[in-house]
């Protein structure tokens, strides 16, 4: 949970969804606008690096 400003926090949940791409993927909001990083299920995520 964070709180603070929406620039800060969109900020932060796409240097997350960047970090961990095989994890996460960022999601924009249709009406809102709004950043999101969604976790991947495993069947969705890309297979570990070799």
């Given amino acids: 949970m964070y709180e603070g400003p ?3 926090a969109e900020l932060l949940v796409t240097r ?3 970090r961990f791409p ?3 993927r ?3 909001g249709e ?3 709004i950043r999101r990083a969604h976790y991947l299920p495993d069947s969705e995520g ?4 070799v």
């Fill in 46 to 49: 890309l297979p570990p690096p």
């Fill in 6 to 8: 929406r620039q800060r």
């Fill in 31 to 33: 009406a809102s606008g």
């Fill in 16 to 18: 997350f969804a960047e």
């Fill in 22 to 24: 095989n994890r996460a």
């Fill in 26 to 28: 960022l999601v924009v």
